[in-house]
């Protein structure tokens, strides 16, 4: 099993920045992906960004050059970087973490963007 606990979400006014965080704990070695997904009120989950364990990073087109994946492996978590926030934005985010068995996810942290 894998325990995922995210952190750093909040309010913040367009055009600002937060970082996410999200821990891993458990048998985190049969993790192969981590990512995010986001969930927009009224919307379906979607997803955000990727990286692998070997640290190949990929985010979606509507927050590319925004957003950016990133771990730290000794540390067992992965980051979330969002600069430029637009309200659309506004969502929960989820950490998930992919293994051959299944995938994870975080229980979530809300992030609004609003002036």
């Known amino acids: 099993q894998v325990q995922l606990v995210e952190s750093g979400g909040g309010l913040v006014q367009p055009g600002g920045s937060l970082r996410l965080s999200c821990a891993a704990s458990g048998s985190t070695e049969i993790i192969r992906v981590m990512g995010w997904h986001r969930q927009a009120p009224g919307k379906e989950r979607e997803l955000v960004a990727t990286i692998t364990t070997g640290g190949n990073a990929n985010v979606v087109a509507s927050v590319e050059g925004r957003f950016t994946i990133s771990r730290d492996s000794a540390k067992n978590t992965v980051y979330l970087q969002m600069n430029s926030l637009k309200p659309e934005d506004t969502a929960v985010y989820y950490c998930?973490?992919?293994?051959?068995?299944?995938?994870?996810w975080g229980q979530g942290t809300q992030v609004t963007v609003s002036s």
């Open positions: 998930t973490a992919s293994a051959i068995l299944g995938i994870y």
